[in-house]
């Protein structure tokens, strides 16, 4: 079945550093890759999803790009603000049904 | 555009009662669904409805959960005889459609069973 796969269940980085999340999956079709963030108390809100046309999807300095190759959707930003810190959760959603399943989660702790 | 609702915010009980948990969401979305997070866990999904039919409800404990949406708006959630390990968010979402449209999620309700 499908299958998402967050490695790090803590990451701490220093404010001004890059972020990078990893994001692998398993999927029988060709899915849909979300990522959604989640503050304190809040609900997951949409972060970015994938493109079926290969544009690299931008938000808030985030980005992430779909590689099918290596099945993965790994979260990038240059520079990790202070504001960033929050549960980042990958999620996938295959073609044929409307199923969102999500991945462990990682906590991005940013850090003056 | 007002968002996901839910209702109540917080719910604390001792076990073997029970509690509903009811959600409305937004407006024209075909698609309903019921997550549970546990602490520290990412969202796990419960059941979903297409309209008023109910699409997968897998991993709803049959025996103590229920889930209806009787005319494909509103949805309530119900847990009788509920037990400690239920304590988690129960988060509601919605969305038009399939592929990647996205969900968007309300607040959540919280659940703590003692």
């Known amino acids: 079945g499908d299958s998402v796969t967050q490695t790090e269940g803590l990451v701490t980085l220093t404010e001004g550093l890059p972020v990078m999340l990893n994001c692998t999956y398993q999927?029988?079709?060709?899915?849909?890759l979300f990522w959604y963030v989640q503050h304190l108390n809040e609900a997951p809100k949409l972060l970015l999803k994938?493109?079926?046309?290969?544009k690299r999807p931008e938000h808030q300095g985030f980005h992430a790009t779909l590689h099918k190759s290596s099945s993965s959707f790994h979260l990038q930003k240059s520079s990790a603000q202070l504001s960033d810190s929050a549960l980042y959760y990958c999620?996938?959603?295959?073609?044929?049904?409307?199923?969102?399943?999500f991945g462990i989660g990682t906590l991005l702790s940013v850090k003056p | 555009e007002a968002g996901v609702t839910q209702s109540p915010r917080y719910a604390v009980l001792q076990e073997g009662q029970a509690v509903s948990f009811w959600c409305d969401p937004i407006?024209?979305?075909?698609?309903l669904y019921w997550y549970q997070q546990p602490r520290d866990q990412g969202p796990q999904l419960l059941v979903y409805?297409?309209?008023?039919?109910?699409?997968?409800n897998s991993q709803l404990p049959s025996d103590r959960f229920s889930a209806v949406r009787p005319k494909g708006t509103n949805s309530t959630l119900k847990i009788q005889s509920a037990k400690q390990g239920d304590t988690a968010t129960y988060l509601c979402?919605?969305?038009f459609g399939q592929g990647g449209n996205t969900l968007y999620f309300g607040e959540g309700s919280r659940l703590i069973v003692v």
């Open positions: 979402a919605s969305s």
């Open positions: 999927s029988t079709y060709s899915p849909f």
């Open positions: 994938s493109f079926t046309d290969n």
């Open positions: 999620a996938l959603r295959g073609s044929s049904g409307n199923k969102l399943i």
């Open positions: 407006s024209g979305h075909d698609t």
């Open positions: 409805f297409r309209d008023e039919a109910v699409i997968d």
